[in-house]
């Protein structure tokens, strides 16, 4: 019969009063905001300035201080779609493999002849034997050179596949290895994305990967999204690489095993280079902006152990030599050495401004993308637009609310006051939800919200009629009510799984507004049915107690 | 006795398939318009679908859009569409724009330079023009997101289906995603009728329709089933006719406190969600619609087993024909 256990009651309660503490701190965002942000920045700085102390105090520390995740059509700010191109990374293993092969080859070269490698697509290694009856060696020569991929899908295969066909033997990477490489590509330019983005310091900018090759890049306050572009787009490059000679000759040939780069403030020169670098940019333990002795903006740097050892070895024997430094397939500068530099540092100048220097050192300092990128969705939202959808929607929403309350009321009188306050209690709820586990609300969600105010009321409209019908049967108050929520149960259950059905394929398959709609509208089922069915039960079990109405007008 | 707002009497008895012939007509025709509607005049797709940029000007000045259109005609950008946005609750010194250029690149979003030179162009018509938004979305991107929104449909549909299927019965589940199926149809339709905007916005639109309008079939399926077992003798067709009258007022508290809170969204909601609110709003009426009109017929046309209480003796198995 219409009795709820004492622990029933409290756990409802509990649950609305959490949810309340957990949806307070939206009341007052901007204040949050500033107290959460100060209480990063302090952790980050490792000290607490006086102005970060004042804005900690905006808010109690004792109370939740997560706040609904704005999405960037309210906020403002930019949004990338990126797509990595992941084959780049086959080429550049084939080319680092090649001199390796070579030299491999080369040991044998009584037995194979002369080796050349062939013109061919960049992701493979066509290499011609003179001694074609040799194939076997060549081949056993070229498997010492791999090594087994190590994957849960790819364990067993070797990460090169090698064919022979007549004086050619063709390496090119198994596909186990290619799709372990697209992973790792992907992952690596994720953390160097992410590392590029964090050091202009945004606020919970969003990097995913999305699908295979795709990265998803949101910062919220951020001026535009070719701003945003310019930060992760470059590639940032950097190796050093021995000079052959200059040209002037953009069609040039470099010769084998050399390449031919345009010099970056030079126009018209081009320096051969070799292709195999002495050092390059992953070796970098750090690079900060400074200026020359000329008192020119230039970028410092400082190599790892290895890399300085290198670094030392290589300028020690080619002391008078030029040696090219090279940005992204351009030629920055090419000093003649002095002498041998052993302690690791050095400095890169050329032709930047101090912004240039100060981005060049953000992109050194946080790596080389392995590949390249191209954008295949922008999208910048100013902040004054977020700032009108806000509004419009919270005005929207109290509105929506009011009359939702007023027409169930004037339906149900008592029983509409519970239902309103269950439908208020939802909306509650469902931000303290949103806020708990950080999602983002968007202007589709804000929608999503006041619909979930329109078909919350049902569940109790379910429950209501079902009560009405009982009452006009002639059922006692107390036999009505309870029949009515026991009868009403199977409809609600059923109609909200297929409401939230769809709300996961939302969640899932879509993106953008799809999913941000998606995510408001299925928190607000869950929470629609926890009030309908026990919040709203609670209230009317209360009231019965306390009235004992011998008569029930619904 | 107590105040109560009843739209709908206490106990009804309307005869729901008195018009059947008609109502099915008039789903029928509007179903088949949509579909004609869709393969001539096509749909209004966004940059979503197709590719492009929008660019969203404000500007406290009034503007021609001659003027932006003469501006930006010396660029060489392809095809470009220029609408004045109007919207209550701008003031008198708010004038919006939506420029819309469509895909000129094969594989890239439009770049950095191109609309820089868009702005800089509409920069010389009004100095104090702003850019609250700009978007650009790639050829490639579209297509995939057409797809992923086919899917999102179809999937959702899909589910819906199969959950049907295992909590009631086959011909319900028929009947319930031939609704849905109905609704969506004829709401492309009106999308494509009015050439209304149709971008991924409106994708979850149609989804919440799919939702919503299976959310009120189920729920008089529900006392469908539960009247079911309860008359057992009682023809289908009245047993229906009793379900939908008694969960009638249901149906329109549910559909009026729905829309509205919609109608509070439309008027106030600002003009950028305001294409998806409208979708939503008349999926709303539609749902309601279809659970009267379509989800009904067709159960009825395919009728249903009777008797829950006993196991169907021909899906039994033949235990002892078995044994050798």
């Known amino acids: 019969m219409l009795h709820i256990p004492l622990w029933k009651r409290v756990l409802i309660l509990a649950v609305f009063v959490i949810g309340l503490l957990w949806a307070a701190p939206n009341l007052f965002y901007a204040r949050v905001e500033a107290h959460n942000d100060a209480l990063v920045e302090a952790e980050k700085a490792g000290f607490v300035s006086d102005a970060q102390q004042a804005a900690i105090k905006l808010w109690p520390n004792w109370m939740p201080s997560g706040l609904v995740n704005l999405g960037l059509d309210l906020r403002g700010g930019a949004h990338l ?383 209501f009629e079902r009560i009405r019908e009982e009452l006009r049967r002639g059922r006692r108050v107390a036999a009505a009510i309870d029949n009515g929520f026991q009868e009403a149960m199977s409809a609600i259950i059923d109609a909200n799984v297929t409401t939230f059905i769809a709300g996961l394929v939302m969640f899932f398959i879509g993106s953008g507004p799809v999913k941000g709609f998606a995510v408001t509208l299925t928190i607000g089922l869950v929470t629609s049915v926890f009030t309908a069915i026990y919040l709203t039960r609670l209230m009317i079990v209360v009231w019965y107690e306390w009235r004992k109405p011998k008569q029930l007008v619904l | 006795m107590a105040f109560r707002l009843k739209i709908v009497p206490d106990v009804t008895n309307y005869n729901f398939f008195r018009w059947q012939s008609l109502t099915f007509g008039i789903s029928a025709v509007a179903v088949t318009i949509s579909v004609v509607l869709l393969l001539t005049m096509g749909l209004n797709f966004g940059i979503d679908f197709r590719g492009g940029t929008t660019i969203r000007t404000e500007s406290p000045t009034a503007f021609e859009v001659s003027d932006y259109r003469t501006a930006l005609s010396d660029l060489d950008l392809g095809e470009v569409s220029i609408t004045e946005v109007f919207d209550p609750s701008f003031g008198e010194n708010r004038h919006v724009a939506q420029v819309r250029i469509g895909a000129t690149e094969d594989t890239q979003a439009m770049t950095p330079e191109q609309i820089a030179s868009v702005e800089a162009a509409l920069k010389t018509v009004d100095p104090e023009i702003r850019f609250a938004a700009v978007e650009s979305v790639g050829p490639k991107v579209s297509g995939e997101l057409i797809r992923t929104a086919i899917y999102a449909v179809v999937a959702a549909s899909a589910g819906i289906l199969l959950y049907i299927w295992l909590r009631f019965e086959w011909q319900f589940a028929v009947g319930g995603v031939a609704a849905i199926v109905h609704d969506v149809v004829v709401t492309m339709g009106i999308f494509s009728l009015l050439q209304l905007r149709f971008d991924l916005s409106t994708i979850a639109a149609l989804l919440t329709i799919l939702g919503y309008s299976i959310n009120d079939t189920v729920v008089v399926f529900d006392r469908l089933r539960e009247n079911l077992i309860k008359f057992k003798s009682m023809p289908l067709i009245d047993v229906m006719n009793l379900s939908v009258n008694e969960t009638l007022s249901r149906t329109v508290m549910t559909a009026v406190t729905t829309a509205l809170a919609l109608t509070a969204l439309l008027v106030l909601g600002g003009d950028v969600i305001r294409g998806f609110v409208f979708a939503m709003l008349w999926g709303v009426l539609i749902g309601a619609y279809s659970t009267m009109y379509v989800a009904k017929n067709i159960v009825l046309w395919l009728g249903v087993k009777r008797d829950w209480s006993k196991p169907d003796p021909d899906a039994l198995p033949d235990q002892f024909t078995t044994q050798p």
């Not at chain 1, 780069?261 to 030079?266: F, I, M």
């Not at chain 1, 920055?332 to 050192?361: E, F, H, K, Y």
């Open chain 1, 81 to 463: 779609l990126a797509e990595v191109h992941t084959e780049d990374v086959y080429k550049a293993r084939m080319s680092s493999l090649w001199p390796e092969l070579r030299r491999a080859l080369a040991d044998q070269r009584e037995v194979l002849g002369a080796v050349r490698r062939l013109p061919g697509p960049a992701d493979q290694l066509q290499v011609e034997i003179e001694n074609p009856d040799q194939m076997a060696k060549a081949v056993e020569i070229a498997r010492s050179l791999s090594t087994p991929v190590v994957t849960l899908t790819g364990a067993g295969q070797s990460d090169l596949a090698i064919s022979a066909s007549g004086k050619v033997l063709t390496i090119q990477l198994s596909d186990a290895e290619k799709s372990a490489t697209d992973d790792r590509t992907i992952q690596q330019s994720l953390e160097i994305v992410r590392r590029r983005v964090d050091e202009v310091g945004t606020r919970e900018p969003t990097i995913q990967r999305q699908g295979a090759d795709r990265i998803l890049i949101q910062v919220p306050g951020i001026g535009s999204a070719a701003e945003l572009k310019e930060l992760i787009g470059t590639t940032a490059k950097l190796t050093f690489n021995p000079v052959i000679g200059r040209s002037n000759d953009a069609n040039a040939r470099p010769g084998v095993g050399n390449v031919l780069l345009p010099s970056q403030d030079e126009p018209g020169v081009y320096y051969i280079l070799e292709d195999t670098p002495v050092v390059s940019g992953e070796e970098l333990t750090n690079a900060r902006p400074s200026f020359d002795q000329n008192g020119q903006p230039a970028v410092d740097f400082t190599f790892n152990p290895a890399g300085a050892r290198k670094f030392g070895a290589y300028t020690a024997a080619n002391i008078g030599q030029p040696f090219a430094i090279v940005l992204d397939d351009e030629v920055i500068s090419a000093p003649v050495i002095r002498d041998a530099i052993t302690t690791g540092s050095g400095q890169i100048s050329g032709s930047m401004d101090v912004a240039g220097s100060t981005q060049l050192a953000v992109l050194l300092r946080a790596g080389a993308l392995p590949a390249e990128m191209t954008f295949l969705e922008e999208r910048t939202i100013g902040p004054e637009l977020g700032q009108d959808s806000i509004d419009a929607g919270r005005i929207a929403s109290i509105v929506a609310i009011i009359a939702v309350v007023a027409y169930t009321i004037a339906s149900y009188g008592l029983f509409g006051v519970f239902a309103s306050i269950a439908v208020v209690t939802n909306v509650i709820l469902l931000l303290a939800c949103m806020s708990a586990i950080g999602a983002t609300l968007t202007l589709p969600g804000i929608a999503g919200i006041v619909l979930t105010v329109g078909t919350a009321v049902d569940a109790n409209v379910i429950i």
